[in-house]
């Protein structure tokens, strides 16, 4: 099989390149390296079954010069950072949205007919508080990062309709695992580290939401692509556990022996959340995987320690 990822240099991205390298497919990572690392994938770099783009989505002509002849395209670019689309409303927009069109174009021009999409669960917005089912509505998103991934549905779903591709949309809980460059374990990690004796946290502490580890989700991913056929393939994936933030912390100044560290939160805003548009509590239901057979090896909490140590390494 031929695959085309999109952010394949990036934290999740590497994963899926290196799990798609295993098997034996062909694999082209297209990335602009704004926020994904070679370092993530340069051990496939001699390998003749590899190609590394490196291009931007928002460059529709090379886009679709580098989509020829693949399979698949599991499609993992995005804006890493949420809290960005605050500063510059067309982010989201951009990184999201219209990366998302330029993939679908592309894949109709060279009759590619299958993509994996990661999808969020912020597209849920703020909810009552219950395990969220993929058919959960209305569907209201609260950021302008989560009205993007919902917009990006849409697309696939038209695109899909129209002409004749099979979508597997999966809404993800906060992954987590090695090489995170991005997310709250690993900003808490750079801070204690620039400063063990303050540590400042975004919001109350009191922010839950399921943490899923890399390595469940790159099972994930791949088990709803071989085991579901319908035009539209739309799946949360996540444990059914759930980490607050306050638990994250304690976590974190246990395993870097920072007991005395003062920790100060920021109180958040309405709702909760770090920052506007921060969803403070998120479950996502992944029943509908777990019938199918998928099932995640770690709980929220083992995918959060598991990480913490990761990246303790990592950064050091």
């Known amino acids: 099989m031929k695959v085309f990822v999109t952010g394949g240099a990036g934290f999740i991205g590497s994963h899926v390149v290196d799990r798609m390298m295993a098997e034996g497919d062909q694999v082209t990572v297209y990335d602009n390296l704004s926020s994904g690392r070679e370092a993530f994938i340069k051990q496939h770099f001699e390998n003749p079954r590899f190609k590394f783009v490196k291009g931007d989505l928002l460059d529709p002509t090379l886009v679709t010069k580098s989509m020829a002849e693949h399979d698949l395209v599991c499609h993992l670019a995005a804006n890493p950072q949420a809290i960005e689309g605050i500063r510059n409303t067309r982010l989201d927009l951009e990184l999201n949205t219209i990366a998302t069109y330029n993939v679908l174009e592309a894949m109709r021009i060279h009759n590619v007919k299958r993509i994996i999409f990661a999808s969020s669960g912020t597209i849920y917005g703020e909810t009552p508080d219950i395990a969220l ?86 099972n994930g991913l791949l088990f709803c692509l071989r085991n579901s056929h319908e035009t539209i393939n739309l799946f949360n994936l996540a444990p059914s556990s759930v980490t607050s933030v306050k638990t994250i912390v304690k976590m974190i100044l246990k395993a870097t022996g920072n007991a005395n560290t003062r920790v100060r939160y920021t109180g958040g805003v309405k709702g909760g959340g770090g920052w506007p548009g921060d969803v403070s509590r998120v479950q996502l239901d992944a029943k509908k995987a777990y019938k199918l057979g998928w099932t995640p090896k770690f709980t929220s909490d083992e995918a959060v320690a598991k990480t913490i140590s990761a990246v303790i390494e990592e950064i050091e």
């Open 133 to 218: 089912p993929e058919d959960y509505g209305p569907v209201l998103p609260i950021s302008l990062y989560g009205a993007s991934k919902l917009a990006c549905e849409g697309l696939i779903s038209g695109f899909a309709n129209i002409f004749g591709i099979q979508g597997w949309i999966c809404r993800l809980g906060n992954i987590v695992g090695p090489r995170a460059t991005h997310g709250v374990i690993y900003d808490l990690l750079r801070k204690l580290r620039k400063d063990p004796t303050t540590l400042e946290v975004l919001g109350d502490g009191n922010q839950t939401k399921p943490y899923v580890y890399v390595e469940d989700l790159v």
